[in-house]
């Protein structure tokens, strides 16, 4: 839903089918902008990813459940990232993203809870030339760690009307 100052996002590394069964969610591209060797610092495990950037506040959780074990909650840790309002990755200077080298605003990881369920408090993301409105993650059960392998890699987009009434805000 989304009113004048919020927008909440939910995703699960599994989908529920209607029989009640779940299914590992479809692979995507890591992106242009991952950053992985962030994943070595312990500033970017935190809940709320925005740091300075303004914008409409949005809520992000993201559920980690054993599609081989009844879609039970699992632990591990989820890494966020997503372009600021105005289309800017943090962490990258280069082509149209200049300036933004050493920034780490709208990145992040937290570790699951006990519901399997990894938080994070951003901003609604912005879009860049040949991308939807989108934000970037990776699903680990593994040590933390930029060595560590991810077990999923996908992306979550919004939907449109959603998006329009987001960007026709003043925010």
């Known amino acids: 839903s989304v009113s004048s100052n919020a927008a909440t996002s939910t995703t699960s590394a599994a989908t529920n089918s209607s029989s009640g069964a ?23 495990l935190r809940d709320n990813v925005a740091e300075d950037k303004t914008g409409i506040p949005l809520q992000v959780k993201i559920k980690l459940v054993n599609v081989n074990d009844g ?62 409105t989108h ?3 990776q699903i680990f059960l593994t040590n933390y760690g930029s060595s560590a392998k991810s077990t999923a890699i996908s992306q979550m987009a919004f939907p449109a009307a959603t998006t329009k009434a987001v960007y026709e805000t003043s925010l």
């Open 71 to 132: 879609c039970k909650p699992v632990s591990g840790y989820v890494y966020i990232w997503h372009c600021d309002k105005d289309g800017l990755y943090s962490g990258y200077s280069q082509n149209n993203n200049a300036g933004q080298s050493g920034k780490t605003f709208c990145r992040g990881v937290q570790y699951t809870d006990t519901s399997g369920v990894a938080h994070f408090t951003t901003i609604y993301p912005g879009w860049y030339a040949g991308r939807i």
């Open 22 to 44: 779940c299914t590992l969610i479809p692979t995507e591209t890591i992106g242009p902008f991952p950053l992985s060797t962030l994943l070595d610092n312990s500033l970017v």
């Open 135 to 137: 934000i970037h993650f």
